[in-house]
């Protein structure tokens, strides 16, 4: 919602996005969040931003300076405790630590589960028609194996 697909968030800072994936995902609504003018606190079970990420001074590094330069903070090594109307609740694992953080919009960036309903659709269809399937509903969940898969479906056909 955050980037306009089925609907548009109704964005009032500050913002928190919660990373569980440290890929691209958290960086780009984070990026998103703060071009709006939202201030963005991400919190994330990962020590780092990007931090799955291959190669992180050539993926990553000018994502972190360009984040890190705004109105944004990094809370790594934390999980999401409690959601309530304006603050989030975060803690550490393993512990009974608990941080309360002032949070109006809150995006969660986590993994999904495949959709394969539209491939069944068009494979049902009359006609003759080939249909891949790559990206998420693949069940690989990530940017990177989408693009490589998209990349080599488009050589093959």
Known sequence: DVFGFGGRADIVGPALVYDDTGT??????????LAAGAGVTMVSRLEAI???????????AAARERLMSGAFDHIGGHH????RPGEVDIGVAF???????TASTVVIVTYGHPNRELGQYLREA????????????????????????????????
Not at 95 to 101: G, K, Q, V
Not at 131 to 142: M, R, S
């Open 80 to 83: 999401l405790l409690e959601i």
């Open 126 to 157: 009359d006609g003759p028609l080939t249909v891949h399937e790559i990206g998420d509903v693949t069940g690989t969940n990530g940017v990177m194996p989408a693009i490589h898969a998209g990349s080599a479906v488009g050589r093959a056909v």
């Open 24 to 33: 691209f995902e958290a960086v780009s609504v984070a990026d998103a969040l």
């Open 95 to 101: 512990t009974e630590r608990r941080r309360t953080i």
């Open 50 to 60: 990007g931090e799955t990420l291959p190669f992180p001074p050539a993926t990553v």
